[in-house]
């Protein structure tokens, strides 16, 4: 790679035991986590490793390569920028192409993309009144997932469930009740973490594009007006046969006309489910300019590629910029979703972000 690129590695194994692969090997790979904007449903994480495979060994039917039997479904993968972890996943597909450049091309999805195919097993009655934190770790316990695996925050007390839906929903629902996020790390770590949350994630990185010290210059950003994203009412369903809560922030309605939002929130207690109707209807009810999309280049990065490597989803960032009227502006933004593309001659890299939410309330 050029001058001035982090180092990367990747590593392949079993049972949280890596080997890694030779560098000259590594042609390209791509890595996608998280989501585009604020108001879609968390993707699961993707990689795409491409590799040079002119001596067979990444063929998974080559009997005497020291892959064979690593190369199957389910192995693990491990992508690390200057040996700080940006990717871990599993293998989901491999394609071997034979002709005349032989190369191999694996794509790997992390624990998301299980969490939604995998039904959790219905109880015959509800059961397991219990707060948002244990929740998430009875279903991953169902899910098979690591128990070392795992992060969880969240006391709002939720209702007796029958469980019987996708993982991915349930980890929703405790991500709703304390209006918070759920995701799996880039190392691999399930996450719950509450609405307070935000308060103390730390901001990883400043982007500018006038020169200020500690700062990433960015050769695109793309800025929204937000008008989008207006949502002044809140509708929280707890559940069939459960009073359902609702609340509207009138004066975004008279501005904007009503949109309306349901969040799946089975909260044990309407005090609680009255709390997050109330910071739902307000915390978008009003348009402001945002920055969607954050594009740079990891080359020559120097200290910063440290700050870079270890961004995780959720986490702060800072944008400013001048105008080309010379207006000087200033974003707070949230980290959505992380994409890079890297190869021998860049590393790429989109961040997603949202307007930082100012609003908060005890629920």
Not at 25 to 36: A, C, D, N, P
Not at 131 to 145: C, T
Request: charged letters at 15%; hydrophobic letters at 40%.
């Amino acid at each position: 790679m050029v001058a001035g690129i982090p180092t990367l590695t990747v590593s392949f194994g079993t049972s949280g035991s890596f080997t890694q692969v030779s560098s000259d090997l590594i042609l390209s790979v791509s890595i996608r986590r998280g989501r585009e904007q604020q108001n879609l449903f968390l993707d699961s994480g993707t990689a795409y490793v491409i590799l040079n495979n002119q001596s067979g060994a990444f063929d998974p039917s080559n009997t005497s390569s020291p892959w064979y039997n690593v190369l199957t479904a389910g192995m693990q993968v491990q992508i690390a920028g200057n040996s700080v972890v940006l990717y871990t996943g599993y293998l989901e597909d491999n394609a071997v192409d034979q002709g005349i450049y032989p190369t191999v091309s694996l794509t790997f999805v992390d624990g998301v993309a299980s969490f939604g195919k995998t039904m959790v097993p219905a109880l015959a009655t509800s059961q397991y009144q219990e707060n948002a934190a244990a929740r998430a770790a009875r279903i991953l316990d169902l899910l098979g997932w690591s128990a070392t695996a795992r992060s969880l925050t969240g006391t709002v007390e939720m209702l007796p469930t029958t469980l019987g839906l996708a993982g991915m929903d349930l980890l929703e629902q405790c991500a709703n009740v304390i209006g918070g996020r759920f995701y799996v790390s880039r190392t691999g770590v399930a996450t719950l973490v509450p609405l307070a949350n935000k308060f103390s994630r730390p901001t990883q990185l400043l982007f500018s594009d006038q020169g200020d010290a500690n700062s990433v210059l960015y050769d695109g950003v793309t800025t929204n007006p937000g008008t989008d994203y207006v949502y002044n009412e809140a509708v929280i369903f707890r559940g069939p046969g459960e009073q359902q809560i609702s609340a509207k922030y009138t004066p975004s309605v008279s501005t904007y006309g009503l949109k309306s939002k349901k969040v799946d929130a089975p909260t044990n207690t309407t005090t609680a489910a009255t709390n997050l109707a109330y910071y739902v209807a307000r915390k978008d009810a009003d348009a402001a300019t945002l920055v969607e999309q954050i594009d740079f280049s990891a080359i020559n990065i120097g200290a910063l590629a440290t700050d870079f490597l270890s961004t995780e989803l959720f986490d702060m960032v800072t944008v400013k910029r001048q105008t080309y009227d010379g207006r000087f502006l200033t974003y707070n933004c949230v980290v959505e979703g992380i994409a890079m593309t890297i190869d021998s001659n860049n590393w790429r890299v989109s961040y997603f972000t949202s307007l930082v939410d100012p609003y908060t309330i005890t629920i």
